[in-house]
């Protein structure tokens, strides 16, 4: 009983609405149930000079579940209410065409609609009859007194290819508005036949910008598995591999297989066990539904669907819908401007054509309400009948134009422009004489067609071309599904891929409704975002996405989330503890502020005020016996270059600078190479005192010429030829070490040519090594007044200070290597001036009775004795 009455308010709904909706002349089908509207001959008609004809799908698939038992959904075949745009949409194309001075303005447009059929057996059932005239079937024949069959619309592909291979035959031209089909783009197959849909090209792009926008780099993909499909995986994943995205499952699922309920259970699982929170849907209307039939009965929380339109086409028949876990999806629909003509029609011009047949229209608003509801229809007397209209009418019919509707209000006026370009070519050749009127065909459109190009009302470029097509912009939409069954769509966002690359996407976060249990905007991530200061490192056998999070090496850093690896910072940059930012290397240098500068600083000068003392001493007791001893003139020598060595350490102190640098070593090699040369020729003084001195000596005289004091200037010079070598092939200049200690830019002195440098230090060595072998051979001559054996000594003081020193320098970066080397200086020069003069000012200053002739006359018989 309660079928009956459905099917008794639906057949109300549709006569009524064609009556006070169509003000063209209309010719009116009764069905006979509210299934029975698939098996009319014509739904409705209008004449016109041509006709379009429309095979539009009024009935849809719908979901109905008992609102007692939530897992009691089933699939059935019912009336589709939203698809009575379509209708509405044809006939304004039509009006308008018809009402425009400027188009086709000898001509009227009219039309044919006819339900689709979804039995195989009956699919060119109604395009015979429309081709044939007067609801009749008969192939090959036809019961027009003309010709006036103009093109066809259709549907989805699996009307339009057996259509089409029917019109093929006619060479009558065939637009489809359903979702586009790469099987249709074969020109070769299907050669009257065009897509107004644009081509999903840039559909992969906008999902996964979304999914960019919301950091969501672990996805779920449910598939059906299709030419078309597998084009878009094709283009999916490569998108996704250029953006860091990754599918967590890809399912690709064939119709058979979404039909098979036995997997449910099992694919649920896989759904649910999975660590994404993201699953994209794509397929047709008649997968989509399947899909959400087959999981419908699952309350599936925390996911978030993406899809593409064909999920608005579908119906859910559902009383207490808010509890569905395909609650408030993301669609992507293909944009197109705001057709206010049509709103315009359907609210405005509906009510005032009307207005006559109130009693009709209020109980017909009254039926459909009760039918939608399911409620107690005496609380409709509350409302005005204009307002219950106009609810009904945003509520039922949708009053914002769908994708298909777009796509038939684009191909009747494409229709119109060829045909109106028909006409004006014919006019423009030259008629012949006696001739009979040209017949015109449909076939004579398809050459103007394939290069139509113009603007519509709405201000959208149309091209038929599928080369010369723009690509396809798209709206986001959202579905919020209330209680008793009603829905409202919302546009959340926009994607446009002729904006900047970082200003495709548009989103309005404040209007996007999150399914059931997300309070807030969700993540969907394989593994957490690697903080700066870390970098990813893939795990063996996972996706790219899924990775472990390292730190980064010592002086490198990642100022970024998720970086694949970590950048050095400049060799004058340093890591910051964290590793997330580089900081400024500080400058050091052995300065004089420092502790360490100030100590060695001081300690040189009071070690070369020490040496200047002893020269004043040794000046002022130049007359006594151990003054003149071992050749006066040279101590005096010995002691200005160990004043100048403790002074050279200065130069390794403060900022260096080129002329430090150059001073630095050549300064400390010649000074120390005088005291060095006169160390031996003190040496060699003593050898020649007690080996040349004895009477009738034949070589006596190279005592009494001072010929060891030539020892100096040779030496000297050799040293100052090796320094002006260095200078010469590759002086010292100012360095920067910022690798030996972190933190820190080194400022040295680079020692250039190393060649030369070690040339002269080598020299050094040697003089150093032939003073002491010298001073040791001689270390047992008689010992009063003699400074044999304090010679050896300081040489041995002076060689151990200088081997030490080389592994400790070597050892050692920054200003404590520089420190290193002035203590050095300081230690040897030291030595000298310790080992031999010390002995000397002790007898000077606290013995004197030591240093006199008479002294040395009383001891030595004693020592002669023995």
């Not at 939409?477 to 209330?482: A, K, Q, Y």
Request: with cysteine; net charge neutral; proline share 4%.
């Amino acid at each position: 009983m309660v079928r009956d009455m459905l099917d008794k308010l639906f057949k109300l709904f549709v006569n009524l609405t064609r009556l006070f909706t169509l003000q063209l002349p209309l010719v009116v089908s009764s069905p006979e149930d509210a299934r029975g509207i698939c098996r009319e001959k014509s739904v409705a008609h209008s004449r016109g000079d041509v006709v379009i004809a429309g095979f539009f799908p009024l009935y849809s698939w719908e979901l109905v579940s008992n609102i007692n038992d939530l897992a009691g959904q089933q699939q059935s075949f019912q009336t589709n209410s939203k698809k009575y745009q379509l209708l509405l949409t044809l006939v304004l194309a039509v009006e308008e065409i018809n009402k425009n001075h400027h188009l086709l303005p000898n001509m009227t447009l009219g039309f044919e609609i006819y339900s689709e059929h979804y039995k195989d057996t009956d699919m060119l059932e109604d395009p015979l009859i429309w081709l044939s005239g007067k609801n009749k079937n008969n192939p090959n024949y036809t019961c027009r007194r003309d010709n006036k069959a103009l093109a066809a619309l259709t549907g989805t592909s699996s009307t339009s290819v057996p259509i089409g291979t029917l019109l093929d035959l006619y060479k009558i031209p065939q637009f489809t508005f359903g979702s586009f089909d790469p099987l249709l783009s074969d020109k070769g197959k299907f050669n009257t036949i065009y897509q107004m849909a644009a081509k999903d090209s840039g559909l992969a792009l906008a999902m996964v910008s979304l999914m960019l926008y919301f950091r969501w780099t672990w996805v779920g993909l449910f598939i059906t598995e299709d030419d078309y499909s597998v084009w878009f995986l094709s283009e999916l994943t490569e998108e996704m591999g250029k953006n860091g995205i990754c599918l967590a499952f890809e399912n690709m699922i064939t119709y058979i297989a979404v039909s098979d309920f036995s997997n449910d259970l099992s694919m649920h699982r896989q759904l649910m066990e999975s660590s994404t929170n993201v699953i994209i849907i794509y397929g047709d209307s008649k997968f989509l539904l399947s899909f959400i039939l087959k999981f419908g009965h699952f309350l599936i929380t925390g996911k978030v669907w993406v899809m593409n339109s064909p999920y608005e086409d579908m119906i859910i028949g559902k009383r207490y819908f808010l509890i569905n876990s395909f609650h408030a999806p993301l669609i992507f629909s293909h944009h197109h401007r705001n057709t206010t003509g049509f709103t315009s029609f359907i609210l405005t011009d509906t009510l005032s054509k009307n207005s006559g047949v109130n009693f009709l229209s209020k109980s017909w608003i009254q039926s459909v309400y009760c039918l939608l509801i399911k409620s107690d229809c005496r609380d409709l007397g509350h409302c005005s009948y204009n307002a219950t209209l106009h609810w009904l009418l945003r509520h039922i019919f949708d009053v914002t134009m769908s994708d298909e509707s777009y796509n038939i209000y684009n191909a009747v006026y494409t229709l119109a422009h060829a045909l109106h370009q028909r006409f004006l070519h014919h006019m423009e050749e030259p008629p012949v004489h006696n001739a009979q009127p040209r017949v015109f065909l449909s076939s004579q459109l398809h050459p103007f067609l394939k290069k139509i190009q113009f603007t519509n009302p709405v201000g959208d470029q149309v091209v038929l071309n599928e080369e010369r097509k723009l690509q396809a912009e798209y709206d986001i939409m959202s579905f919020w599904n209330f209680p008793e069954g009603l829905g409202q769509r919302v546009k959340v966002g926009q994607f446009s891929p002729f904006r900047p690359h970082d200003q495709q996407l548009t989103l309005f976060e404040n209007l996007i409704e999150w399914p059931i249990g997300i309070t807030k905007t969700p993540q969907s991530v394989c593994s957490e975002s690697c903080r700066p200061g870390f970098r990813k490192a893939s795990l063996e056998g996972n996706a790219t996405c899924c990775f472990e999070c390292i730190p980064c090496p010592e002086n490198e850093i990642s100022n970024v989330t998720d970086m694949e690896q970590c950048m050095r910072c400049p060799d004058l940059q340093f890591a910051n503890t964290d590793r997330n930012h580089c900081l400024m290397k500080t400058e050091i240098f052995l300065a004089y502020e420092d502790a360490l500068g100030m100590t060695l600083a001081c300690t040189a000068l009071c070690c070369s005020a020490l040496t200047a003392v002893v020269l004043g001493v040794f000046i002022k007791h130049q007359d006594t016996p151990i003054v003149k001893a071992n050749n006066q003139a040279l101590s005096y020598i010995l002691l200005i270059s160990l004043i100048c060595c403790f002074l050279c350490s200065l130069l390794f102190l403060g900022h260096p600078n080129t002329a430090a640098c150059i001073l630095q070593h050549t300064t400390f090699a010649v000074v120390f190479t005088v005291a060095v040369s006169t160390v031996l020729a003190k040496t060699t003084t003593v050898v020649l005192a007690f080996t040349l001195t004895a009477p009738r000596r034949s070589k006596r005289q190279w005592l009494v010429s001072r010929a060891p004091n030539l020892i100096i200037p040779i030496c000297t010079l050799i040293q100052v030829t090796l320094c002006g070598l260095w200078l010469r092939i590759s002086p010292p200049f100012v360095d920067r070490d910022s690798h030996s200690e972190h933190g820190h830019v080194i400022i040295l002195c680079n020692m250039g040519s190393l060649t030369t440098f070690y040339c002269v230090l080598g020299y050094l060595g040697a003089l150093a090594m032939a003073s002491f072998t010298v001073a040791f051979l001689v270390r047992n001559l008689p010992d009063i007044f003699n400074e044999a054996k304090f010679l050896t000594f300081s040489m041995l003081v002076f060689c151990s200070v200088w081997l030490t020193f080389l592994p400790v320098y070597h050892s050692t970066k920054g200003k404590v290597m520089v420190a290193v080397e002035v203590f050095s200086i300081l230690a040897s020069s030291g030595g000298l001036l310790g080992c031999i003069f010390a002995p000397k000012c002790y007898i000077i200053l606290i013995r004197p009775e030591r240093n006199s002739l008479h002294s040395f006359r009383e001891r030595s018989p004693g020592r002669n004795q023995s």
